[in-house]
């Protein structure tokens, strides 16, 4: 019997926020990498690497060190964002307003953003199915962020309330 573990043995569940953190990285390497497959099978014309060329000089943004430094900012990228809809949209219940949000972001990369990088041609010349995978990706991408968020606060909001009955 002097061996039953006490409830302060176990390890402690994630703050909301450090898993705001980790679903923000995961999802923007992971999406990423989806994008750089995507792209490496001929789906888009947009590769990952976009993302260094208004701010790195060489040859080496185009290999592979380039490739794996891209989806490490997307992914830090990806935090900022999880963040946002944290702050914004973690009360709204259902995938909907991950796949507005997946579309927001496009929008914002493809319109306002798109005369930073270079690399990424103005909307309406780019290829129907780079447009197709890209919105896609975009979505899927949301609903990630937007349920795995929402998820853990109603999971919380229903742990609160069993605490306080």
């Given at each position: 019997?002097?061996?039953?573990?006490?409830?302060?043995?176990?390890?402690?569940?994630?703050?909301?926020?450090?898993?705001?953190?980790?679903?923000?990285?995961?999802?923007?390497?992971?999406?990423?990498?989806?994008?750089?497959?995507?792209?490496?099978?001929?789906?888009?014309?947009?590769?990952?690497?976009?993302?260094?060329?208004?701010?790195?000089?060489?040859?080496?943004?185009?290999?592979?060190?380039?490739?794996?430094?891209?989806?490490?900012?997307?992914?830090?990228?990806?935090?900022?964002?999880?963040?946002?809809?944290?702050f914004v949209l973690r009360k709204l219940k259902g995938?909907?307003?991950?796949?507005?949000?997946?579309?927001?972001?496009?929008?914002?990369?493809?319109?306002?953003?798109?005369?930073?990088?270079?690399?990424?041609?103005?909307?309406?010349?780019?290829?129907?199915?780079?447009?197709?995978?890209?919105?896609?990706?975009?979505?899927?991408?949301?609903?990630?962020?937007?349920y795995s968020i929402n998820y853990e606060y109603q999971?919380?909001?229903?742990?609160?309330?069993?605490?306080?009955?």
């Amino acid at each position: 019997m002097a061996n039953i573990l006490k409830t302060d043995d176990y390890p402690k569940p994630m703050s909301f926020p450090v898993m705001v953190f980790w679903t923000g990285l995961f999802g923007g390497v992971f999406w990423g990498f989806i994008g750089y497959l995507a792209n490496y099978l001929s789906f888009t014309e947009i590769h990952p690497n976009v993302i260094l060329e208004p701010w790195a000089f060489g040859d080496w943004k185009t290999q592979w060190q380039g490739t794996l430094i891209s989806l490490l900012i997307l992914g830090i990228i990806s935090v900022v964002a999880a963040f946002i809809y944290y702050f914004v949209l973690r009360k709204l219940k259902g995938f909907w307003f991950g796949i507005i949000y997946g579309l927001i972001l496009y929008l914002l990369v493809f319109f306002v953003l798109n005369p930073v990088f270079p690399g990424i041609k103005p909307f309406f010349d780019l290829s129907r199915d780079t447009i197709i995978t890209s919105i896609c990706i975009y979505i899927v991408y949301g609903i990630f962020i937007g349920y795995s968020i929402n998820y853990e606060y109603q999971n919380n909001i229903a742990q609160e309330n069993e605490a306080s009955s």
